[in-house]
């Protein structure tokens, strides 16, 4: 289940989730507010969806991420 949290230094959103077993945190650059939560809890669902059915492709939701390289093949997850 992917989780939205806060940086208690900057109050910018993260979500923290994992994936086979590996814990992964995507930073934002959203500060904390009912609004940007509201927008983050739509991805977290899908993510949680795609994790559920086994579609789960990391570079699709996060292409720019670094942690994409991690998953080079692009097969879910």
């Not at 989780?3 to 993260?14: D, E, K, S, V, Y």
């Not at 795609?50 to 997850?77: C, E, H, I, K, M």
Request: positive net charge; proline residues 4%.
């Amino acid at each position: 289940m992917a989780n939205i949290r806060a940086r208690t230094g900057t109050g910018m959103l993260f979500l923290d989730f994992h994936v086979k077993g590996v814990r992964y945190r995507e930073q934002t650059a959203l500060i904390d507010s009912p609004t940007n939560r509201k927008i983050l809890k739509g991805l977290a669902n899908r993510i949680d969806c795609a994790l559920a059915s086994g579609t789960f492709v990391y570079r699709d939701f996060f292409p720019n991420s670094s942690r994409a390289q991690a998953f080079s093949d692009d097969t879910p997850a």
